[in-house]
């Protein structure tokens, strides 16, 4: 069998996660992949093509086919979930964590275990990121939103006060999109600690680039919290299409019990380890990122038309114009330089997000913007 030290069988019958989850999960019997049983020897038991794959990654051509791609994968992952945990630390270990694809599968997952359709409902924290809404729409769950205020820091008793014993997921981005701004630690302990009888969900994918600690920290203490992190951001593996839920072993489980059998492929999965083995240039990369954003945003301090420029936990940049954000946008995008309009969202009017490019991309943005808002100007 592949390296394993999860069984696809296992039923949870105690925890917040037999008190939460949908009566048909827990009692769910997972299906069963053929590298459960084996995955070594002549493999005639899975309907796999043995003669071989008919195309190979570009760099692996003609013939270099070290992954016996015309394997099934293993589903457990527990090579990367060992890799994972060591990067992170907090006494993690394989079974407080679930990789999926991206950290989107494990937001729908999270919804389908926990929320029964058309009668449970999940909490939102505008502006925040919209797949939260999206998948919880595709999921027929409800939506209770409580607005951060408009420095966009969490309202917790308006948070407390909202919930019902139907709802099942409260979802804190932090660091927030658009907000860029990371939500303290102490604040997720509020919300750990309170009456909340759910799981409070934090969307941690920009956590590298923040100043504030990771709440894995709390993942020991607390059973009703569920960290989603991600390789597309910090990592720069965007293409990939390889996340991360981390959380107590309990909902972990009902994560892997849910998942499709086969959810990470062969390349992802051999990419992410490759990155786990090389942290040196993830700090090297996050760096100058970070070095990057402070030179943007003290440019952008400079423009007139900048009203304000929003500190920033994250690899990008949330910025007020006077006005013509919207044109502006447009026009940028038209010309060659594509951001992102933000300003249709709560407390963000006026707001474009910047994401932080190499030097050269930057420079150009800076300079396509200030020209972009002084031929407005001109025709106005």
């Not at 590298?208 to 920290?217: R, W």
């Not at 059998?261 to 490759?274: F, R």
């Not at 991309?361 to 001109?378: F, I, P, R, V």
Request: glycine letters at 6%; aromatic letters at 8%.
């Amino acid at each position: 069998m592949c390296k394993t030290d999860e069984s696809p069988t296992k039923k949870i019958k105690s925890g917040i996660a037999a008190t939460l989850a949908r009566p048909n999960i827990l009692a769910l019997q997972p299906y069963r992949c053929a590298r459960d049983d084996y995955s070594t020897g002549i493999l005639l038991d899975a309907n796999e093509n043995a003669i071989g794959p008919t195309s190979l990654p570009t760099s692996s051509l003609p013939d270099d086919n070290h992954l016996v791609l015309e394997r099934y994968p293993c589903p457990y992952q527990i090579p990367l979930k060992e890799a994972y945990a060591k990067y992170r630390g907090a006494n993690l270990k394989p079974e407080n964590i679930f990789v999926g694809v991206g950290s989107d599968e494990a937001i729908d997952l999270l919804m389908r275990i926990f929320c029964k359709p058309g009668e449970d409902n999940i909490m939102i924290t505008p502006p925040t990121y919209g797949m939260y809404k999206v998948s919880a729409n595709i999921n027929d769950v409800e939506i209770v939103e409580v607005p951060l205020t408009p420095d966009f820091d969490l309202r917790i008793p308006e948070m407390i006060a909202a919930v019902t014993d139907k709802t099942k997921l409260m979802f804190v981005c932090s660091p927030g999109n658009p907000t860029c701004k990371a939500i303290p630690l102490s604040d997720i302990e509020k919300l750990a600690t309170s009456t909340y009888k759910g799981i409070i969900v934090v969307d941690e994918a920009y956590v590298d680039f923040s100043g504030e600690e990771s709440a894995v920290k709390l993942i020991e203490s607390f059973p009703n919290i569920v960290v989603l992190q991600t390789l597309s951001k910090a990592f720069g593996l965007a293409g990939i299409r390889c996340g991360f839920a981390i959380g107590y072993h309990d909902v972990i489980q009902l994560m892997n019990n849910v998942k499709a059998p086969y959810n990470l492929n062969k390349l992802t999965s051999e990419v992410a380890l490759n990155a786990m083995a090389n942290v040196k240039v993830l700090e090297k990369n996050v760096k100058t990122l970070l070095e990057q954003r402070d030179f943007v945003a003290g440019e952008l301090g400079k423009m007139d038309f900048v009203v304000k420029v929003y500190p920033s936990d994250s690899n990008f940049l949330l910025v007020r114009l006077k006005q013509w954000s919207k044109e502006i946008y447009k026009k940028m995008a038209d010309d060659g330089i594509v951001v992102r309009y933000r300003g249709s969202e709560l407390h963000c009017e006026e707001c474009l997000r910047i994401t932080i490019g190499t030097e050269e991309e930057n420079k150009a943005c800076l300079d396509m913007l200030q020209k972009t808002y002084e031929a407005l100007s001109a025709a106005n």
